[in-house]
Each structure stands twice: as C-alpha cells, then as structure tokens.
DNA sequence: AAAAGATTGTTGTTGACGACAACAATTGAT
DNA sequence: ATCAATTGTTGTCGTCAACAACAATCTTTT
C-alpha cells in the first residue's frame, strides 16, 4: 500500500512540478500574491493549459464508470426534455406526475409518490403547482378520509395529450443522439428500474 | 421490480431510527371535528384506492420514455457509490475531480470545468473541500496568473488509490443488479458522453 | 503602448431536487 | 377506548445546475 507511483503523464506535459509542501495561502482568492513572476513562457504547449478544444484531455481513469457516463446522459437527457418541453413549460417530474396519474386515475399522493420514487413530501409542491394550473384535482377519497383521490382535470388530459407527443420528439432526439436500437437496448437493460 | 425506496443511507446522520416516535397523545380532545374537510365522495373512480402493493399500479405510459429509466438508474447508482465509499466520505463529484486531476495533472479549474460538464464555480467549492483535507493543491500557474495547475497532493496520491478499490467494488455493484454483460454494453452506449 | 475585449477564479443568488423530522387528522388493530 | 400505523402537510437541510456579476489577468486591436 500507499504504493506512490508517480504517473509521469502522458499528454505532451511534463509538468514536473516540484513536490512543494504548498501551503493553504492560496484559498481566499484575490489576495495580493506576490506570485513568482515567469513570463517567459517557455513551452506554450497549448495542450493542457487552455483547454479551448476541451476534449483533448485524457480520462482514461473515468471511462469504465458506469455513474459517470450515466450521470452525463441523464443530464443531456433531462435538459433536452425541458427544452423540447420549454413551450408548455412542464419539467420531466411534472410530466411523469402526470403520467401516472391519468393511466390510474384516483391514485392517492402516497401511492404516486410510491410509483414514482419521490418523497411524499416534495409531491405536494408538485400538486400544488400542477392543481394551480388546472391539469390535476384533489378530490376527497371516498373511503379514507386521510387521502385524497387524483384525478386530471378535462384540460389537464388535453394538456397531457400535447405533453405526450412533445415528449415522443424528445425521444426522438434521444434516439438520434444514441442511435435507434441502442436506445431500444438501453431501455431493456434499464427495465427493472421502472 | 423493488421500487419501494430502500434507502436508509444517510450518509453522515446514521440516524436509524426506523421505529415511531412515540405519540403525544394530544388527541385534539374528543374533537368530533365534523367537516372540515368535505368528504364528499362521488367521482366513482375505476382504480382500487389501496396501493399497498405499490407495483400494482400500471404506468405503461412511462415505460418508452428514457429519461424516467436514466433518471432513476442514476438515483441507484449514486445512492450505491456514496454508500460504497462513506467509509472515505467521497462523492461522485468529488471522486471525478479528483480522478481527472490525478490522470492530468496541472490542468486549470477551466479546464477541468469543461471536461467534467460542471460549472467552474462549482468546481470551487469542491476545490476548497479537496483542498482542505489536504487531497489536491492549487499552485500558482507558471504562466498565466489568473489560474492554477491543480495537483494531487502526495496524500491525495494515496487516498485516491484506495477510492479507486472502493469505486471498482462499486462497478461491481452494478454489474450485479443490471448483469455484467449488460453493464458493458451500456458503457459502449454512452460512451460518447464521457 | 493604450484601449477594448475575452478569460479565469470567485462570490452570490435562484430554483429544482432528495432526505429527513415533526405534526394533525385519520384509520386500523388490540 | 387505547395504541400503533398511515396520509397529507409543513419545514429544514444539503446537493446540484444555471446565471449573473466582479476583480484580476491575458489577448487582441488600434
């Protein structure tokens, strides 16, 4: 253990920095530095330094991450979700919420919230907003009085409706990113998350 | 299927108290409280009101839709990681940082920024934690004062070796619930996001 | 060289989101 | 009737992405 191989690196930049014990002067930020003055720039290698490509620097230690890759898609995915969605206004929560609840109409919040993975809790704000724009209503639950039943209101299944084919174009670009079968594929291999 | 939420993580409260609080016994006082809230039950719903089972409930309208099954991909499989490596209190976030700056090191926190997809003024506060516990530095760019070549420090060497460890124990996690053959065809995927 | 424009690190704010704790009202079991 | 559990609600806390603004510093243009 505590094996100290030192990665000379590759990429063009023999960087060499002295170990230097380096002390914390550097956190608090536009402090008068009195840095050590070198502008002669002597390799300007343009490689490391300024990442203008952006892509040029080697990960190979983050390929291999499943959560990695993963977090970068669901990032891509949900921004362009919202952006293909911009026009109605309605983020991937949102639609989801929705979507649960006009397949099964009368859902209480805790079954909802149970479907859908969230907290009890944030569903609320979610109701809240979606109640206030008359997509969804609350009605008492006839049995348990704790309970309200969901339901979508008449312009809530309309609006789901256009909701529903902005979110097939989202798909769409979705398959044109990944490609067709692959997100077939991802969507089998995905399955028992749903 | 288990899409019950299991976590009782927690990172850093522990605080497994699954058992109820014990009541006050406040009962609002033999309060007959007669309608607050109207009980009104008409609306004859077709579903079944007790989603006790929590599967039961089809939402055949999300399946089909990517971002539902990454989104809560992504939500297992930080859960994982972060569990996987409390022992360490390292975050996904912080593990890339640190593995980026390791396999390259003197990048700026420009550069770094974009080849992560995180805001560098994010990167700054997750610079100042690293910094803190003494895993990276930053030094005063040779040549431009703005910036900084981001190091791991010799301690940071080490400990990434053992976050490392951890995170290959994590990879396996995954392949464990979505198979290992699937695991890597889903990294060839979404290959081109990392 | 001086002015104008762009870049880097930093601070701050906003809003979505997950997790947790506590509570009132209600239901169910004993 | 009593006690435990559930449901909706409110509130807090911390993470995270997205912006906006700023001082210091390159870089480019004039």
Redesign the interface.
Known sequence: ?????I?S?S?G?A?L?V??S?Q?T??KAAGT?A??R?PQ?RA?NSR????DA??D??????????????????????QD?IKTLATVDIR?TQY?VM??I???????Q??VA??L?IERARLVHLLDSLEERDFVSR???????R?H?L?LTARGRTALAQF?RL?AE??RH?AE???KE??E???Q??????
């Open positions: 253990m505590s094996s100290t191989t990665f690196l990429l930049r960087s920095t170990m230097a380096q914390k550097s956190r530095q840095a050590i070198r720039a300007a490391s330094q300024r990442g952006g892509d620097i080697g990960l190979d230690a983050l390929v291999g991450h499943a959560g990695y890759a993963v977090r970068r898609f669901q990032l891509w995915i949900f979700f991937p989801s979507t649960v006009g397949a099964n109409p009368g859902l209480s805790m079954a149970k479907r993975g009605i008492a639950s006839a049995t348990d009085r309970s039943a339901h529903k979110a989202h798909e979705v990113k990944i490609g692959n997100r594929r991802l969507l291999i995905l399955a028992c998350f749903t």
